[in-house]
Nanobody
């Protein structure tokens, strides 16, 4: 079992940056693929980025490539999402998720554990 807690969300102007953090409990964190998803008002939750257990494989949705970077520190049981060049369409609640089977996929249902989310608002 893994518990996930996100932090780092907030209000930022277009063009600005934020770094989200996700703190995980449990020793098995280091073996899990970690992902970030987001959900804007009235929209489905969508995949943003994923990272394999050792950081060797990453996936990004096309709209964030070159702007967002996912990383992890297994010694601290944390995963991060550095977000640069933010624009209003990035406004959403951002969720951290863990896949215990380390499949490094973009499918929401593949992820077993979820955090409560952190709000990111980008003003124009």
């Amino acid at each position: 079992q893994v518990q996930l807690v996100e932090s780092g969300g907030g209000l930022v102007q277009a063009g600005g940056s934020l770094e989200l953090s996700c703190a995980a409990s449990g020793r098995t964190f280091v073996t899990y693929t970690m992902g970030w998803f987001r959900q804007a008002p009235t929209k489905e939750r969508e995949f943003v980025a994923a990272l394999s257990w050792n950081g060797g494989i990453t996936y990004y949705t096309d709209s964030v490539k070159g702007r967002f970077t996912i990383s992890r520190d297994n010694g601290k049981n944390k995963v991060y999402l550095q977000m640069n060049s933010l624009n209003p369409v990035d406004t959403a609640v951002y969720y951290c998720a863990a896949d215990r089977f380390n499949r490094v996929v973009t499918t929401r249902r593949a992820y077993d554990f979820w955090g409560q989310g952190t709000q990111v608002t980008v003003s124009s």
